[in-house]
Structure formats: C-alpha cells, structure tokens
C-alpha cells in the first residue's frame, strides 16, 4: 500500500479529489502544487494509516517507516537541506488534517527538528541568531503541548516572570542571548514535569509528533465536535509533514491568514489579517493586534496600523493574484493561510471558508451573477439547518441601547441571556432551560461544548479570525470578540465594564452585527425574508419536487408559516384548541358528563369555538390544504387538576363534587400513550369526531360565503390500527359533510385520511388505504412505537445509547431510516398498490430534518410538514433532496 503522498514543485502525487485519503489539508496542498503555486514541498500520511492504526492496537503497518524515510530523502533533495544536520538542517511543519476541517481540534507542532546542534547551523546559516533561538523556543513549547503532554502554561509562566523581572512588555524585546536563557529554563522546566529530557534526536521528535496526531484523533475534544457535527471515527486522520518556511525572519517577513470574500457578510473583497515577524498561530491566538489586510479594511476598521496593501505592495499584489486563481478554481470562497519569509510568498493552506449564513447565501447568489456557479449549485451550497440564524430576531433599530461594552462584530445575530463564565457551567444551566451568554477572556476548544449551549458569545480578547469568532460563525452564534473593555473576574464571578459591575446570572443581550454587549433584554424584531434569501429560495422552490406544509395551529403560527412559505398545513392538531381558557371549562364538562346527552350538551358548546378557529386558518390559508386532526390526546389530559376547578365544572353541570373526582379517577390509565386515545375515542364517544367534523365543513362553508375562496379540509383520523376503526368512523364524518352541505348549501372541498403511527397501519396499510384518500406519517408516535420507546422517557438514557453506538442520532431527532424508515416504505408500496395516487406527507418533527426530508424524497412522499420555522429549512432541503 501506498502510505504516503508527496507534493510541492509544482506537482503531488494527489490531488482535491483525493480528500478522503489525503484529508483536507493535504489534498488541498498537493491541489495548489499542482497548480504551481509557492507551496513549501511535504509529503501526506494518509488518513488509512490512521485507520490501520487503531485497528492494529495503535502499531503502524511494517512498511510505513521506509516509505517516510524514502519520502524524507526526496524532500531533502528538493529542499537542498538535511534533516538533522547540523550545518544546513531542514526544519519541518507536522500538521493534521482530516477529512472534515475541524478547526482546533489537531494541534500542529512547527520548526520540528531543531535541537542545541541544529539550532546553531540555522543561526549561521540564516545569520540571524535571534530568529533560530526564537524558533528553537517556539518549536519546544509547541512540542511539550502537543506531543508531551506539558502545558502551555508552564512555558508562558516562565516567559512573563523573565519579562516582569527586565519590565519588558514584548516578546520582540528579548535578545539571541536572553532566548537562549529562556530556553535553558524551558528544557528544565521539561525535565522537571516528565522526568526525562526533552528529545534531541529529530527522528524522535518527528515519530513523537505523528504518534500525536494520530493519537488525537480520539481525544475528548475530537470525539465531542464529532458527535456534534456527526462525522463519523472511522473516517480518520492524515498527517501532513511540510518544510518550514519563516515569517518570524524579521521586518520583511510576515504570516496571516484571509478570506476571498468577507465571511461575515458574504461581499466581495479580501479580508484578512497578518502579523510581521511572526509565526504560525499568532494570527489566531491572538498573542499580538493583527494588522489588516487591505486598506479599505483597516479604514473600515478604524485601525492605526498600516495594512499589507501599503507595507507589502508587492507581496499583496502577488497574493491577491494567487486569491483569484484559487477562488476561481476552487469556484468556491477561500480561507487561505499564508506566510511570506523575507519578501517572498508561501501558501500554506486554501478550504472552502466557513461563513455566516448571511456570506453563505450572497456569495452563494453573487457567485450565479458572476457565472461562477449555476443556481442549482448555488441550492446545494447553502446548508438548510444554517438557515435557522437567519429566521431569528434582531434588535429593534427604535430601541434605546445601553451598551456595556464594544468589540469587534465576530458573528452576526443578536441574542439574550444570562452572563455565564464557564463552559460547563453554561452547558448546565443551559440543560436546565436558561438562556445563557457565555463570557471568556478567550475560548479554546475546551469550551466548545459551552458555546454550542449558549445564545452568544463574548470574549474580552482575540481578532475576528481568533478561535471563539471562528467556532460562533460556525455555529451560528452571534459573537462579540476582543472586547477589550471587560475585565473579567473568574473569582467573584463578576466583570466589570465602564465603571459597572456585572454579575453572574445578570441578563445581557449581544449585538454580534455591530459588536455591542448590551445591558437588559432588548426587544426583537422578525427578519426580513427578501434580497438573496428569497433568491435563492425561488431556486429551490423550482428545483424541489416535495411539497413544504406546517405544523400549526393557532392563527399566528400560520401566519408565521405561510410567511415562510408553506404551503398548506400538514397537521393542526385539535386538542391544542382545547385548552384555552374560555373552553377548557365545557371541555371538561363534556369530558365529565355522565351519558351522551350530557356530552352532546357540551360539544354544543364547544362547537362555535372551535368552527372560529378552523375559519380562522381557511382565512389564512386560503386555497391551500388544511389536514386537521381530530381529536387525539387521552381524556384524562383535559381533567381538572384542583378543588377549583372541580367546582367549577360542578357549578356549570349541577354535577357533584363528589361524583366528578369519581369519574376522574375512572378515566385514568396506567398507560396512556397506548391506551384510550386517538380514534378509539372516537369509536367510543363518536359525537366527539362528529362536532368536530361539523365545526371543520362549517368553517369551510363560512369562509367560503365570505371570500369566495373554497377550503381546502384534509381531516384526518389519528392512531388507527385496523381498517375497521377508519371504515367506521369515515362513515360518520361523511354523513356531517352532507348535512353541512344539505344545511348551508355549500358543498365542503375534503378529503378523509388517517395517520400512519402505528407499525400494524403501516404492514396493512393496503387495506387502510382502501378507505383513506391520504396518509400521513407521524413519525413521532411511529417511532415511538416501532422501537417500544416513550419519547418522553428516552431522555434518560438516549445519552447512553448513543455514547455506546447503540443509535447513531437520537430517533426522535433524524428518523431511524432502517427500521421506522422501512415501516414508511412499507406503507408507501402498499398504500399506492391498493389506491393509485393516494396523497402521503410526513408530520412528525421529523419533517424538518434535512436527513430525514432526504429519506422523504426517497421514499416518495408528496409533501413533508414541519414546525413554522422550520419552514425555509424544509424548502431548501427538500430542493436538494431532488437535485
Ligand atoms: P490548523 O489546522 O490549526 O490551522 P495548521 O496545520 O494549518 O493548523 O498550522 C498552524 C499554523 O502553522 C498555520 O498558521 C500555518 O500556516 C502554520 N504552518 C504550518 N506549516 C507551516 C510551515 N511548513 N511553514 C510555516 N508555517 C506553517
Ligand atoms: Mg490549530
Ligand atoms: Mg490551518
């Protein structure tokens, strides 16, 4: 097997389209040696010797060792430097690179191979004996993190106490001669924490350093963003071992990072940031103020310091030349990393660049006008769940702000919540239902975890490309970086900010678009769904062949829905009309009364409410399908809960107290989810289904006379096993349709289905369909069913079942395509056998997932239906479900 790849000198042995055995960051490398851009030659590890690395206890295969030697002794030659010698060493980068960019995740371990011997041949050789001893102490606090296990912390210690001690406030204050003691210390301070010596052999170093990429693969922190973006383990690592080029060389040398386009929103022009004398990380970490790019955006910025289009004409002409070539072959935005050592360019790394939803959907857009990309594309480009960040709220432009702070505008989108200074404990608060905003000096990928469970995110320091500004956009998070105001006090728990004090659990709202920290909860304003949303939503919309409903019932989510674009209702669910307080009384009376003539006096009651309600949807849908469900929750939900209420039913029906917490008791069950519900109420107490039906066809009948508009009722019978239970009840509701027509003198528009929730209507969903004009699968009683799991006991121990493989995603969450996925097939094959064009649609919550709106389109289905924000998710995912 060939182990290992190499690129650089204008060719590679792969290419971009060896991602999944190069990683990304090595098919990207050898993609743009290929292209004959300035890449610092390397070779790849590829990612199946990180598979054969855990599925052979952590040994590597036999034949990898001579394939590195071999690729080594070739790069020495391109390179013109010895690995290890001393006289002319060749100094390396090792870098991780998975198929998934996992930004933090892998540490990267620079100027591998120095040693006291090396680290003198590079001071002679380069004649600048700071710049080695600088690298030299680099590379070992780098090499101690990552590969040995020392933290960075001790290092960092030691450098401020040398600094303190000669009131030096620089690193670039610190003299070849005081490096040199800086790295005696640090060798100690190594020796100290291990027991052993910091290893001098480079060949030792250069297996330390693959031996911990590797091994990081299945650290915490990994296996955390994994789950979290679901990206399977087996997919594994690559290794990428590159010669180092230098930005830390002095005045005309430099490193930075840009994007193509601004990843925040989306317009065209580079954007980036770059440090001179510096190496590597420091861009991001933040260790000094990058300065800008260009100058329009360092005048944007309001920023002091010159940008690289002023101090380095030449070398911002050559890489803006390099940022087209790369965006145009790429046909996608560049995130690009970049290092210019002694005036000369080297490219370091290109990806497609993360960015916000609002980058995503104009460069998505611009990208069409520029014929870069067609609008299919654009369609594919735009991750459907991303889209939630755009359907939020803002803050009221009227609204008076108390800004406690200002920073830097790291990730749009406005948010509130309470003030939270630790990761775990915002996840936890978070868990119990508060919204938090989490408050770091910085975030590291420790935090992760913390800032996926926050509203927002603000961080006293770090640049608009520093770690948390990368993960919020990633994230959707609003976030406001390098707040340099706040002064936080982990003790008390406090921090402070233009002379006040804020403390932990106070509520503050983010401003992640202008990069204000507010004090108090601002109000919120609903977007605005036009310009290149709507777009490229007509894209989808022409590209999907699934129709989009909503879950919806009351007016105002209707209105929500049909605003995002829904078009009809997949499922408005009844017995939520029961609950308001002007008719839970006569609900309950009903629910109570002893016979049937006491019932049927109540649903008379009942019965106008419910018809405004039906007519208030056919106002706002109009013309497009209404499947109503009837009613489906046990009775006992509806029961009085208190004395008052209790007496309050007796004062309405002159029944007795006594009496009424008698029957109470007797509609009880032990299991409710499996017992007296759905259309077996119907059977039992059929004047239930019958006022219902009576309020949908009156409804109809009324907002016809109205608007001259015709509704559109699909009514639809819940928890049906048997095709009996439907014949039966189909029957009855035909009946109130024609004495509403026969009554009103409107002829009601309707169809009668039932809902596929049980794996028995799914196995005879033949015979079912031999009744119902429609089927609508809900998931969520179908799944519960299919795995004999009640959802809402799950939550105790779904955690464990997905930390032991059992399930991969939560089945309440993505639908289990194998099992209730084959129950839905089932259904559908039969279904469409026993009745050609029988209409199917999904409602469970499923019917917002992209995963599972995937499978729906597989499958078959006419439309899914979702809640009202999931709406445009739906869309958008059902367009790429088709194409
Ligand atoms: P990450 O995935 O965290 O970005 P990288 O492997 O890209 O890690 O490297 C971290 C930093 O080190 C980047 O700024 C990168 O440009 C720099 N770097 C990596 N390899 C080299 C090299 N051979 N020469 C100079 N700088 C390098
Ligand atoms: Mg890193
Ligand atoms: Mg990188």
Not at 145 to 157: I, S
Not at 404 to 430: N, Y
Not at 437 to 453: F, Q, Y
Not at 802 to 818: H, M, N, R, T, Y
Request: proline share 5%; aromatic share 8%.
């Amino acid at each position: 097997t060939k182990w290992v790849y190499a690129f650089g000198g204008g060719s590679a042995d792969g290419d971009r389209e060896d991602r999944n055995l190069l990683g990304g960051k090595g098919a990207n490398l050898a993609e743009m040696a290929k292209l004959g851009l300035p890449v610092p030659p390397g070779f790849t590890l590829t990612t199946a010797v990180c598979t054969a690395f855990y599925e052979n206890d952590r040994s590597y295969p036999s034949d990898l060792n001579d394939q590195v030697e071999d690729a080594l002794a070739a790069l020495e030659t391109k390179v013109g430097k010895t690995f290890g010698d001393p006289s002319n060493p060749l100094l390396v980068s090792v870098r991780s690179g998975a198929r998934a960019s996992m930004p933090g995740m892998m540490d990267t371990v620079l100027n591998l191979g120095l040693n006291d011997e090396t680290a003198e041949g590079l001071a002679k050789l380069s004649g600048d004996r700071r710049f080695a001893l600088d690298s030299y102490r680099r590379f070992i606090t780098m090499y101690s993190d990552v590969v040995l296990g020392v933290p960075h912390a001790t290092f960092e210690e030691i450098l401020e106490t040398f600094k303190e001690e000669r009131d030096y406030s620089l690193d670039t204050e610190i003299s070849a001669e005081e490096w040199e003691e800086v790295i005696v210390e640090y060798k100690a301070a190594v020796k100290r924490a291990l027991d052993f010596p910091f290893p001098t052999d480079p060949r030792d170093q250069l297996w330390g350093a693959i031996g911990a990429v590797f091994g990081s693969w299945m650290n915490d922190r990994a296996n955390t963003y994994r789950r979290m973006y679901d990206i399977p383990s087996s997919w594994g690592t690559a290794v990428n071992i590159q010669a180092m080029v230098f930005g830390n060389m002095g005045d005309t040398s430099a490193t930075g990072v840009a994007f193509t386009r601004d990843p925040s929103t989306g317009e065209k022009g580079y954007y980036g940031e770059f440090l001179i004398n510096a190496q590597g990380e420091d861009v991001v970490a933040g260790i000094r103020t990058p300065q800008c790019l260009t100058e329009s955006m360092r005048i944007k910025m309001n920023d002091h310091l010159p940008s690289m289009e002023t101090a380095m004409p030449d070398v911002f002409a050559q890489l803006t030349e390099v940022f087209d070539n790369l965006e145009n072959h790429y046909r996608d935005m560049q995130d690009i990393e970049f290092t210019v050592e002694q005036g000369r360019l080297w490219m370091l790394q290109t990806r497609n660049g993360k960015r916000t939803t609002k980058a995503a959907l104009k460069i998505a857009v611009d990208m069409v006008a520029e014929k870069l990309i067609t609008e299919d594309e654009a369609v594919l480009r735009v991750d459907p769940t991303q889209l939630d960040q755009l359907l939020h709220p803002t803050i009221d432009e009227s609204y008076t702000r108390d800004v406690l702070a200002k920073g830097l505008p790291a990730s749009p989108g406005a948010a509130s919540g309470a003030v939270v200074f630790d990761a775990d404990e915002a996840e936890t608060r978070a868990a119990q239902g508060e919204k938090v905003i989490l408050v770091r000096v910085e975030t590291s990928p420790e935090d992760i975890h913390g800032m996926h469970a926050a509203q927002a995110i603000v961080t006293a320091r770090g640049g608009m490309t520093s770690h948390a500004a990368v993960v919020a956009r990633g994230m959707g998070r609003p976030c406001v970086s390098g707040a340099g105001e706040i002064r936080i006090d982990t003790e008390a728990l406090t921090f402070t900010t233009r002379g006040r004090v804020i403390k932990d659990g106070d509520i503050v709202t983010v401003d992640g678009a202008t990069g204000e920290v507010l004090m108090g909860e601002a109000p919120m304003i609903k977007p605005e769904m036009t310009g290149d949303f709507a777009a490229l939503m007509e894209w989808a919309d022409k590209a999907r062949r699934m129709t989009v409903r909503t879950n919806a019932e009351t007016p105002a989510d209707v209105q929500t829905a049909k605003e995002f674009g829904a078009e009809g209702i997949g499922l408005c669910r009844t017995e939520h009309m029961f609950f308001d307080a002007d008719r839970i009384a006569a609900v309950r009376e009903m629910i109570l009364a002893e016979d049937q003539m006491g019932r049927v006096a109540a649903l008379a009651k009942i019965l106008p409410m419910q018809r405004d309600d039906f007519a208030e949807i056919f106002r706002i849908m109009e013309d497009r399908p209404c499947t109503i469900r009837l009613l489906d929750p046990p009775l006992h939900e509806f029961l009085p809960h208190t004395e008052e209420d209790v007496h309050a039913v007796a004062e309405a029906t002159g029944l007795p107290v006594e009496g009424l917490w008698q029957r109470a008791k007797d509609l009880s069950e032990s299991n409710p989810m499996l017992g007296h519900r759905g259309c077996r109420l119907g059977i039992t107490f059929p004047e239930i289904y019958e006022m219902q039906a009576r309020a949908i066809f009156e409804a109809q009948a009324l907002v016809e006379k109205e608007t001259g508009v015709k509704p559109v009722a699909e009514v639809m019978i819940p928890l049906v096993a048997t095709a009996k239970e439907l014949e039966i009840l189909k029957v009855r509701v035909e009946a109130v349709a024609d004495d509403v027509d026969r009554e009103t003198g409107v002829k009601p528009k309707y169809l009668i289905g039932t809902m596929i929730e049980l794996p028995r209507a799914a196995l005879r969903a033949g015979d079912i369909a031999a009744h119902a004009e429609f089927f609508s699968f809900g998931t969520n009683d179908l799944t519960q069913t299919t795995f004999g799991l009640s959802r809402d006991d799950a939550g105790k121990f779904l955690g464990d079942y997905l930390e032991a493989g059992i399930f991969e995603k939560d089945p309440f969450v993505s639908l289990d395509q194998d099992g209730v996925g084959d129950l839905v097939k089932i259904a559908v094959d039969r279904g469409r056998a026993a009745r050609p064009g029988l209409k199917l649609g999904i409602c469970g919550e499923h019917g917002g997932d992209p995963a599972s709106i995937h499978f729906c389109e597989s499958a078959g289905l006419d439309y899914v239906s979702c809640s009202p924000y999931r709406v445009p998710i739906a869309r958008l995912a059902a367009a790429q479900a088709a194409l």
